[in-house]
């Protein structure tokens, strides 16, 4: 089998699936152009953990059988795709990016992968991630047992963690889409650093079981593609209850993006701090055009602003506590101290040492913050605000210290959604819209629980209007 | 095929790995001594800024989000 043509990577879920139907392509074509690309640039990204290069082929034959039955199961069936190495996939090594998690093995696969797998979506390589997802604070990129995740669009930048991974091997074509994971910004932040679509669903609406614990009640699971209109698609076929995650919110997703709001018909609340006064100057003039994009269409825009709470520091102590106790093992022994990243060590050890009445007054702040957000949806129906204040970061520069001598504004406007919408289980999607210095910006809508269809609906229409996730990196 | 020879140290460089390392690793120990305590007084940062939170005894903790 020829290799593809370089632009034929970067087609749509739909468009894939119209050239398996009509058999134009064959799934075990189809994988293994995808299998030769993540073998020859997955190396050069350090995007790629693990490639299962067998099992995925034996998978695409079985679809092409079922296909030439015309059995058919949906838009994904026969389509590759990579899953963060945070979730099991039975049999095969599954390391969290952690040197103490080398050669693990678990025996059976994380529920989403085997949603997946019913849904004929043949898994072709587990993709890279931050050590244990960041939970204990890491200061370089390097964090990871597959060294720094570089951006496709940069070789010398960051892809952004803890899903750099799969949101840097969508951005290459790798993959046409992938599985990531966000417990605060972990699907957020690549997919704005790499210029793919990335959504953050609702929490309790995709089941983690399978998946590393971090922090049981934020961690969430999410799509990570090209549109929009594909993250609907893979959500539909990822969520649903499951006894095996008590987490669980027990609710299915069908997507339906017709019958969500519209966007004449939609008030997005905004703060002009955010893009005027806390973004990087570089990155203004596409948040600007993004939200006239969004007023053209004929979406009425309110001002809008957070309460003034410790958003930061209730998640960072939420989720410390919560990791401690998870890797509370390694923190005794000692094995925390095997890490790459020496600050993440330590800073889970820290973490082990929070009192447990600092740990439910954060839980008791997140009341005011859901209750915060009950009224604040009572004005508007989805929050619009840059999914990142500055640009991909160089890959070697201390990262929590990004930008050097930022004057930028911390606090004010919606400049906190990050965690405050994490600390509520807001779902999220994160959307490219344009380019500073070579390098993507992306804003982010934000709407209330259970409203996924809402901001997929938005966005799907802010990308007909725009071709910005149509871009592709010259590799 | 073709085997690496075994490392050979002299005597001199022997003595003064003994000598060095074990000022290496207290060099190593006090940097991650450093790092602890500048953990820890982020968090005592942290916990500050949550007790700067009026909170009525009534209000209870979320744990999760429940549709």
């Known amino acids: ?233 893979i959500l539909e076929a990822m969520a649903g209850g499951d006894l095996s995650d008590p987490g669980s919110a027990r609710k299915s997703f069908r997507f339906f993006p017709e019958y969500a709001t519209r966007l004449p018909a939609l008030r997005i609340g905004f703060s002009m701090a955010d893009i005027e006064e806390s973004a990087d100057p570089a990155l203004r003039p596409a948040l600007r055009e993004a939200l006239e994009t969004l007023r053209s269409l004929g979406a009425k825009l309110i001002d809008v602003a957070l309460p003034d709470r410790p958003y930061s520091a209730t998640a960072s102590t939420i989720i410390g506590a919560e990791a401690a106790s998870a890797f509370e093992d390694l923190i005794a022994d000692g094995r925390i101290h095997q890490l790459k990243d020496e600050r993440q060590a330590v800073g889970l050890a820290a973490a082990a040492e929070i009192p447990a009445v600092d740990y439910l007054r954060a839980c008791r702040i997140r009341t005011l913050i859901r209750n915060d957000f009950a009224k604040l949806f009572g004005q508007v129906d989805v929050l619009f605000s840059p999914a990142c204040y500055f640009a991909a970061p160089p890959i070697d520069e201390p990262i929590d210290r990004w930008p050097p001598q930022s004057g930028s504004r911390q606090t004010g406007g919606l400049r906190q959604i990050g965690p405050a919408g994490n600390l509520a289980g807001l779902p999220a999607m994160s959307v490219p819209c344009g380019f500073a210095d070579g390098l993507p910006v992306a804003f982010t809508l934000v709407s209330r629980p259970l409203t996924e269809n809402t901001i997929i609906a938005a966005a799907m229409e802010y990308q007909k209007r725009t071709n910005w996730h149509r871009r592709r990196p010259v590799l | 095929m073709k085997f690496t020879p075994p490392t050979v140290i002299s005597r001199r460089g022997l003595g003064s790995l003994l000598v060095a390392s074990p000022v290496a690793a207290q060099a190593v120990q006090e940097r991650s001594q450093k790092a602890i305590e500048d953990a820890r007084q982020a968090r005592s940062a942290q916990s500050a800024q949550l007790k700067s939170v009026q909170l009525a005894r009534e209000i209870e903790p979320s744990f999760r989000f429940e549709p």
């Not at chain 1, 940069?154 to 963690?161: E, L």
């Not at chain 1, 803890?162 to 949101?167: H, K």
Request: positive net charge.
């Open chain 1, 1 to 233: 089998m020829a290799a593809l043509a370089e632009e034929a990577y970067f087609q749509t879920l739909a468009e894939w699936n119209a050239q398996l139907r009509s058999r134009a392509i064959s799934a075990k074509d189809l994988t293994k152009a995808f299998l030769d690309r993540l073998e020859r640039i997955g190396p050069r990204l350090n995007a790629v953990a693990l490639v299962l290069g067998r099992d995925a082929l034996d998978q695409a034959g079985d679809v092409d059988r079922e296909l030439k039955r015309e059995r058919f199961k949906g838009v994904l069936q026969g389509i590759p795709y990579g899953a963060k190495d945070l979730l099991a996939v039975a049999n095969r090594r599954t390391e969290w990016g952690a040197p103490q998690f080398a050669g693990q093995v678990f025996k059976e696969s994380a529920t989403v992968i085997r949603k997946l797998q019913r849904a004929g979506v043949v898994l072709t390589a587990k993709l890279s991630m931050i050590e244990l997802a960041g939970g204990g604070g890491y200061r370089y990129a390097s964090a990871s047992v597959t060294g720094p995740c570089r951006n496709p669009w940069s070789m010398n930048r960051w892809a952004g963690g803890s899903s750099g991974g799969p949101a840097a091997a969508v951005a290459a074509g790798l993959i046409p889409f992938a599985i990531g994971s966000e417990t605060s910004g972990s699907i957020i932040t690549p997919c704005a650093f790499c210029g793919v679509t990335g959504l953050r669903p609702t929490y309790g609406l995709v089941s983690r079981a399978g998946a590393m614990a971090l922090s049981w009640t934020m961690d969430k699971i999410g799509p990570i593609a090209r549109t929009a209109e594909d993250c609907g698609r």
